[in-house]
């Protein structure tokens, strides 16, 4: 999970503003995903891409765009029209044979 | 679509005894079911992980069971350590590879000494 980065650590918005959180990886995996994690709520599915070009909404793809133009790379980008954007936000790949997810180290997003 | 329960939310425990954390899952098709270890503030690290075909998989202290007849799984830690105390998740994934895993809410394991 090392080769998994996300930036930046520790992010501020304000009310309707856009912000992009920043997921690259250098394992050369082909499934990205982005979770949201609130306390006592576990981790939640944004959303997931198994391939260049291509993604899939998870279970709580209101409010949240994502792209995948490059393989290493899987930006999420935080609308105004997600109502309650305060969270931890985890990014993570897998190989394209295998199951075992490695996770980033994190956002840590603040609405102001 | 996957549902995975987990129990319990929180779990305190001596230093030595064993801990059990349990999770169900609801799709019969899931064949994939990882455990993260989370400590505050870090991301979670895979710390063991069972494939439908296997019912039982140890590693020095930490071991899973699978029920596949019942859907559910569990986590077991022996002789508990301050160093283990942290959330635990479980999580369930089907085929094709690279299927997103859906995840149990976690457990707070506290072990004190």
């Known amino acids: 999970d090392g080769g998994i980065t996300q930036s930046p650590k520790y992010l501020f918005r304000k009310e309707g503003q856009n912000v992009t959180l920043s997921c690259e990886q250098n394992?050369?995996?082909?499934?990205m995903y982005w979770y949201r994690q609130d306390p006592g709520q576990g981790l939640r599915l944004i959303y997931y891409?198994?391939?260049?070009?291509?993604?899939q909404k998870g279970d709580i793809a209101e409010g949240y765009s994502v792209s995948r133009e490059k393989k290493e790379s899987f930006p999420l980008t935080v609308t105004s029209a997600q109502k309650n954007p305060t969270a931890f936000y985890l990014c993570?790949?897998?190989?394209?044979?295998?199951?075992?997810?490695?996770f980033g180290p994190g956002t840590r997003l603040t609405v102001l | 679509g996957e549902n995975v329960e987990q129990h319990p939310s929180t779990l305190s425990v001596q230093e030595g005894d064993s801990a059990v954390i349990k999770c169900t899952y609801s799709?019969?098709?899931?064949?994939?079911f990882p455990w993260y270890k989370q400590e505050l503030g870090k991301r979670p690290q895979l710390i063991i992980d069972i494939r439908s075909n296997v019912g039982e998989k140890k590693d020095q202290r930490i071991a899973v069971t699978l029920n596949k007849t019942a859907k559910h799984f569990s986590l077991h830690i022996t002789e508990t350590q301050p160093e283990d105390s942290a959330v635990y998740f479980c999580a369930a994934s089907m085929k094709p590879a690279g299927t997103a895993l859906i995840f149990g809410k976690g457990t707070t394991l506290s072990v004190s000494s």
């Open positions: 799709d019969s098709a899931s064949n994939y």
């Open positions: 891409s198994q391939i260049v070009n291509d993604f």
């Open positions: 993570a790949s897998t190989s394209g044979m295998g199951d075992t997810q490695y």
């Open positions: 394992l050369n995996h082909d499934a």
